[in-house]
């Protein structure tokens, strides 16, 4: 007989993993090898964009590398990631205000791990299926703010900071992708400006997930624009070479807030995490010289932009509802008389394809598996075109189209 574990026995992978798995089980290679279509997944090219800048080759690590990196991150790279928000945003961060992570997630994580008990979450109800893990995961306390087709899936700011039926006690922290993940909604200009107001008064905070930050119109949208007291705040801003920089790899994200928080983050990578490896922070260093990012922003906005356009207008074409904002490079569909996300799924996975069930970003579904739970969202789901070269929109609207026309025959016939 098995001893039972000592580790948590609600510890299932992300959504988006479960989805690699069972398209593996069916279609016995893994997603993202030659012959297979990559609509769920979140990474973008990693390949030189049509007028991008090089991404580099190499980086030099000498003998001071091998020490310990410093807690809170190298040098280098805290002063390139304040200069980066600085001549862009016009904000004026220190480099104190950076903490430096292996990557998006292992900050937010931190950030939700060390929340205190009176601090509750606020997050809309279709979001990034990460966040639904962690905050389980951290034990933190959350409410889910409606994402609907009445509200076009963009709630106002308003709702975020809704106090109704709480004491003073109570601070909120609403975390919210932006652009988003999945619905590609934006909050950008006065609406963005005045989410940090309500953010920056007392009591408040923001977590605001700023992975997609360059696609968006405006090449660079970032809540630091409108920040008026950082250090006096519960601001956190996250960002990550990830998506713009074109590097999920080098494993590199970093959390913007005030110095009281960003050492409360190094001391607990003193004795948690012992720093991020300096290959990786003197590559990201190189990947955010400022002529290299000015390039990357244009060239990400143009790709990007373009596909956007062009698969949303295919995607209503072929009689999806579309729902998606303007900015990230996800697009959020609804399927039409109430066909449904997962069997849609278990069609692709036979030509090699997949998308994101809408189930999986719902914030508001149990983290374990429950038969009876019905999500708004099954119906819906997201179509990732960040790791789509130009070259195969043809090819990837002509499968969906068979399969959706293929779906809805076996509906009218009864067969489905
Ligand atoms: C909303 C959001 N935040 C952050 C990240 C960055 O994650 P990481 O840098 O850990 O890969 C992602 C990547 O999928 C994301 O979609």
Excluded at 217 to 241: E, H, P, Q
Aim: with cysteine; glycine share 10%.
């Amino acid at each position: 007989m098995n001893r039972p574990s000592f580790l948590s026995d609600n510890c299932p992978p992300m959504g988006i993993y479960e989805t690699l798995y069972a398209f593996r089980d069916s279609f016995g290679q893994f997603m993202g090898t030659p012959g297979t279509h990559p609509w769920s997944q979140g990474f973008p090219l990693t390949t030189q964009l049509e007028g991008g800048p090089e991404l580099p080759s190499s980086v030099d690590v000498t003998w001071e590398d091998r020490f310990y990196p410093k807690a809170w991150g190298h040098p280098l790279l805290r002063d390139a990631i304040a200069e980066h928000y600085n001549s862009f945003y016009g904000s004026n961060i220190t480099p104190e205000n950076v903490m430096v992570f292996a990557g998006g997630r292992p900050g937010i994580y931190t950030i939700l791990a060390f929340l205190k008990k009176h601090v509750e979450v606020r997050i809309g109800n279709a979001e990034w299926p990460a966040y639904l893990d962690i905050l389980t995961q951290t034990d933190s306390s959350w409410r889910v703010v409606p994402f609907t087709k009445e509200n076009g899936f963009h709630p106002s700011n308003a709702e975020y900071f809704d106090r109704s039926g709480l004491n003073a006690k109570t601070h909120l922290l609403p975390i919210i992708s932006n652009p988003g993940n999945p619905t590609g909604h934006t909050r950008a200009g006065a609406e963005l400006e005045e989410l940090i107001a309500f953010a920056e008064q007392p009591g408040n905070g923001i977590l605001l997930d700023e992975a997609y930050e360059m696609f968006h119109g405006s090449k660079g949208v970032s809540g630091i624009r409108y920040v008026k007291d950082l250090d006096n705040s519960n601001v956190f801003l996250a960002g990550a070479c990830t998506k713009g920089l074109q590097c999920p790899g080098i494993r590199i994200g970093w959390i913007i807030a005030s110095k009281k928080n960003v050492e409360t983050m190094a001391n607990y990578s003193s004795f948690g995490m012992g720093g991020v490896s300096h290959p990786s922070q003197l590559y990201a260093a190189k990947l955010l010289e400022p002529n290299r990012v000015a390039q990357a922003r244009d060239a990400v906005e143009r790709h990007y932009g373009m596909q956007r356009a062009r698969y949303g207008e295919a995607f209503a074409n072929m009689g999806l509802k579309v729902h998606t904002g303007d900015g990230g490079f996800y697009h959020w569909l609804e399927l039409p008389d109430g066909l449904n996300a997962n069997e849609l799924n278990k069609r692709l996975f036979r030509h090699g394809a997949a998308i994101l069930e809408g189930f999986d970003c719902d914030m508001a579904r149990p983290h374990s598996k429950d038969p009876n739970y019905r999500s708004p969202y099954e119906s819906y789901f997201r179509f990732s075109f960040g790791p789509l070269l130009p070259e195969t929109f043809e090819s990837d609207v002509a499968i969906l189209k068979r399969v959706l026309d293929e779906y809805r025959a076996d509906v009218a016939a009864g067969r489905a």
